[in-house]
């Protein structure tokens, strides 16, 4: 899934290069081209499909030069995961009922890949054999107040043994007293939005608990995989209604499991998770480009800037510093959940096209 613009990301990711684009790492690849990578160790590349908006095909295609173009599906408008999923859900079941799916988010970090390999594995195993619905459970390491919980059953259930677990319920992002309860009690975890199904068995999800959808794209079976596929969703995806899967199916459905996997999991949703996972400095700080930086009496800062430039900062403490072309972004890493507000508010003053 390859569709979304990182707005929290903001002034990095932009609506015209989102930060699934970005090297935001500063490793050498965008948060794309990593995700491709780990695709790459389960599946052939010609079984690998990239759903994104219209906008950024070209994006996709010059980030992932190995992915046939017939495999990057275009979404004519932003209705959330539950149409983008159904959508590539009826194009594998057209081919193979029995298809195996992998939903992928193509901004994630994952640091201890083989651990995620093995959980990968473990839940295509189970699907395989089993009709249900199955996510990847994320340990918790805090009591995030970001993140959605899944609350399974006790590993006394009927497959505690093969390393899945029932799904009891799912909650969504709680307050502090909350998510420290939930850490307290052992029995959550966070909801990485990392889903492993055959197609058929989320199909049936779907008629069953959201029909109108279900509808919607069961019109197309005739047209998926033929030359009319495109004109089928060019006329009718933007009519599918605009939810969430965990709103649409994970939270109604009764065949939902998932599996624990400690696999070093962030979503990078904020500059402060970014600086959660890098590299510090002796101070704390994480430089995303360390050149050019002359940074005294500070700590706990994150600052992004072109290499070039030089930078020269004192006395500052856990702050975001972000230098953008156009736009200079400086800013309380304790209020970036704020960041959104500026958003909306360029957005109404009209400069949505120039600094969005």
């Given at each position: 899934?390859?569709?979304?613009?990182?707005?929290?990301?903001?002034?990095?990711?932009?609506?015209?290069?989102?930060?699934?684009?970005?090297?935001?790492?500063?490793t050498g690849q965008s948060l794309m081209q990593m995700t491709w990578d780990r695709a790459r160790r389960f599946s052939e590349p010609q079984q690998i499909l990239v759903l994104t908006n219209a906008r950024y095909q070209d994006l996709v295609a010059e980030h992932l030069p190995g992915l046939d173009s017939a495999n990057i599906l275009t979404e004519p408008s932003r209705n959330n995961t539950a149409p983008c999923i159904a959508y590539a859900a009826?194009?594998?079941?057209?081919?193979?009922?029995?298809?195996?799916?992998?939903?992928?988010?193509?901004?994630?970090?994952?640091?201890?890949?083989?651990?995620?390999?093995?959980?990968?594995?473990?839940?295509?195993?189970?699907?395989?054999?089993?009709?249900?619905?199955?996510?990847?459970?994320?340990?918790?390491?805090?009591?995030?107040?970001?993140?959605?919980?899944?609350?399974?059953?006790?590993?006394?259930?009927?497959?505690?043994?093969?390393?899945?677990?029932?799904?009891?319920?799912?909650?969504?992002?709680?307050?502090?007293?909350?998510?420290?309860?939930?850490?307290?009690?052992?029995?959550?975890?966070?909801?990485?939005?990392?889903?492993?199904?055959?197609?058929?068995?989320?199909?049936?999800?779907?008629?069953?608990?959201?029909?109108?959808?279900?509808?919607?794209?069961?019109?197309?079976?005739?047209?998926?995989?033929?030359?009319?596929?495109?004109?089928?969703?060019?006329?009718?995806?933007?009519?599918?209604?605009?939810?969430?899967?965990?709103?649409?199916?994970?939270?109604?459905?009764?065949?939902?499991?998932?599996?624990?996997?400690?696999?070093?999991?962030?979503?990078?949703?904020?500059?402060?998770?970014?600086?959660?996972?890098?590299?510090?400095?002796?101070?704390?700080?994480?430089?995303?480009?360390?050149?050019?930086?002359?940074?005294?009496?500070?700590?706990?800062?994150?600052?992004?800037?072109?290499?070039?430039?030089?930078?020269?900062?004192?006395?500052?403490?856990?702050?975001?510093?972000?230098?953008?072309?156009?736009?200079?972004?400086?800013?309380?890493?304790?209020?970036?959940?704020?960041?959104?507000?500026?958003?909306?508010?360029?957005?109404?003053?009209?400069?949505?096209?120039?600094?969005?």
């Amino acid at each position: 899934m390859a569709g979304g613009i990182g707005s929290r990301f903001w002034p990095s990711s932009r609506q015209a290069k989102p930060k699934q684009f970005i090297d935001i790492l500063g490793t050498g690849q965008s948060l794309m081209q990593m995700t491709w990578d780990r695709a790459r160790r389960f599946s052939e590349p010609q079984q690998i499909l990239v759903l994104t908006n219209a906008r950024y095909q070209d994006l996709v295609a010059e980030h992932l030069p190995g992915l046939d173009s017939a495999n990057i599906l275009t979404e004519p408008s932003r209705n959330n995961t539950a149409p983008c999923i159904a959508y590539a859900a009826f194009k594998l079941y057209q081919k193979d009922p029995n298809a195996i799916m992998i939903i992928l988010p193509s901004d994630h970090l994952i640091l201890k890949e083989e651990a995620y390999y093995q959980k990968i594995q473990i839940a295509v195993d189970f699907v395989a054999h089993n009709q249900s619905l199955l996510t990847l459970g994320i340990q918790p390491t805090r009591p995030d107040t970001g993140y959605g919980y899944i609350q399974f059953e006790p590993e006394t259930g009927k497959h505690s043994d093969s390393g899945v677990l029932k799904v009891q319920s799912f909650k969504e992002k709680p307050d502090l007293a909350t998510a420290e309860s939930y850490l307290e009690s052992g029995q959550y975890l966070w909801n990485a939005g990392i889903f492993i199904w055959k197609a058929k068995d989320v199909i049936e999800g779907f008629k069953q608990y959201q029909p109108d959808l279900y509808a919607l794209f069961a019109k197309g079976m005739a047209d998926y995989n033929t030359d009319r596929e495109s004109a089928f969703i060019d006329a009718h995806y933007k009519n599918a209604p605009k939810i969430s899967i965990d709103y649409a199916l994970m939270e109604k459905a009764n065949n939902v499991y998932t599996v624990p996997a400690d696999i070093g999991w962030s979503d990078l949703g904020t500059w402060a998770s970014l600086w959660d996972v890098k590299q510090k400095d002796d101070q704390q700080n994480v430089l995303i480009s360390d050149k050019n930086i002359l940074l005294t009496q500070s700590s706990g800062c994150i600052i992004s800037k072109d290499s070039e430039k030089l930078a020269v900062i004192d006395s500052l403490e856990d702050y975001i510093v972000i230098d953008h072309k156009d736009v200079l972004l400086i800013y309380p890493k304790s209020k970036e959940q704020e960041i959104k507000h500026i958003i909306a508010q360029l957005e109404q003053q009209g400069e949505a096209n120039r600094y969005l």
